[in-house]
């Protein structure tokens, strides 16, 4: 079992910055990608960053330029640097790790962080 415990959201003005943090625990297959999705109210819930093992990510449109998403020096562990964040991107964010173990892919989900942006 796999438990996500995210950190690091909050309430800043429009052109501010945050981090968040996602840290793993439990049994990590090294064949993973983790991610970061958010959803708003009433929309449904899209992926904002996501970095698989082999360090290759990848960036939502409305966010690049904007959002950096890194891996820590323990693979279990995935941050999201917000830049110059906007009114639009509140939401409540989660972090995602898809685990793959012999072609099966494990999806596991943070309890959610939320992100105010005021403008």
């Known amino acids: 079992q796999v438990q996500l415990v995210e950190s690091g959201g909050g309430l800043v003005q429009a052109g501010g910055s945050l981090r968040l943090s996602c840290a793993a625990s439990?049994?990590?297959?090294?064949?993973?990608?983790m991610a970061w999705y958010r959803q708003a109210p009433g929309k449904q819930r899209e992926l904002v960053a996501g970095?698989?093992?082999?360090?290759?990510?990848n960036y939502a449109d409305s966010v690049k330029g904007r959002f950096t998403i890194t891996r820590g020096n323990a693979a279990n562990t995935v941050y999201l640097q917000m830049n110059s964040l906007k009114f639009e991107d509140t939401a409540v964010y989660y972090c995602?790790?898809?685990?793959?173990?012999?072609?099966?892919?494990?999806?596991?989900w943070g309890q959610g962080t939320q992100v105010t942006v005021s403008s």
């Open positions: 970095m698989a093992s082999g360090g290759s990510a």
């Open positions: 439990g049994t990590f297959f090294s064949n993973n990608t």
């Open positions: 995602n790790a898809r685990l793959v173990n012999v072609g099966i892919p494990y999806d596991y």
